[in-house]
């Protein structure tokens, strides 16, 4: 069974679309991320989150928003898309802020 | 979070020693250091992490040196598989929702035939 699952895979959109990547683990952890990985392979966290609170990093554009329908998902949407949001968008999870984190498999986001 | 230097690539042959360096001169008393791979195409995978004292697990051990200033990651027999970017990260494991990794270059292993 995968344990941090994301979806889909990849994604060709179009410039000034709204998009949304789904992530889900069934680990039962209590706290999820994204990260963002450029075309130079730079892993960036975007944010982290649990049940109490949402932790933004502030490099993040507004366009960028994390929802959580329960513990077990942490989905990102993504609004008014642009060129540089092209990248691979990774979701992970851990039990708490200092278990070892677990990463889904990368959704590949391509804007034409 | 300390900042880490990782020589950027280093090859291996297969069923040797892999023996991955890492810096991290201004580490604080309470951080810890992870280790994390990622294989191409693949999420980033945990591998091991410690405070102070020595650790070994059943991917790799982990070496921290007495002054904590620098860390060795060693993979005891690689295998082909093994080829991958290995990252060093070092933070406060604060045990809420704030523990966001910090990656930095890493180092691509190749390991050769």
């Known amino acids: 069974d995968t344990a941090v699952s994301q979806t889909p895979k990849y994604l060709v959109t179009q410039m000034g679309n709204d998009k949304s990547i789904k992530c889900e683990q069934n680990?039962?952890?209590?706290?999820m991320y994204w990260y963002k990985q450029d075309s130079k392979k730079f892993l960036k966290i975007m944010f982290s989150?649990?049940?109490?609170?949402?932790?933004i990093n502030e490099t993040v554009p507004n366009r960028f928003s994390p929802k959580s329908p329960d513990k077990a998902h942490l989905n990102l949407h993504i609004n008014s898309l642009e060129l540089g949001d092209s990248a691979v968008y990774f979701c992970?999870?851990?039990?708490?802020?200092?278990?070892?984190?677990?990463f889904g498999d990368g959704t590949r986001l391509s804007i034409l | 979070d300390a900042k880490t230097t990782q020589p950027p690539s280093m090859d291996c042959a297969e069923g040797r020693a892999a023996n991955l360096p890492c810096n991290h001169s201004?580490?604080?008393?309470?951080?810890?250091v992870y280790w994390y791979r990622q294989i191409h195409s693949q999420g980033p995978q945990y591998i091991i992490h410690?405070?102070?004292n020595n650790e070994t697990n059943e991917m790799a051990s982990l070496i921290i040196t007495e002054d904590r200033k620098s860390s060795t990651l060693i993979l005891p027999h690689a295998t082909l598989r093994d080829t991958a970017v290995y990252y060093c990260i070092v933070r406060v494991a604060t045990g809420n929702a704030g523990n966001m990794l910090t990656f930095g270059g890493g180092t691509r292993l190749m390991v050769k035939p």
């Open positions: 410690g405070l102070k």
């Open positions: 680990l039962g952890h209590d706290t």
């Open positions: 201004t580490i604080s008393g309470n951080e810890y």
């Open positions: 992970a999870s851990s039990q708490d802020g200092f278990q070892p984190q677990h």
């Open positions: 989150y649990n049940n109490k609170e949402l932790i």
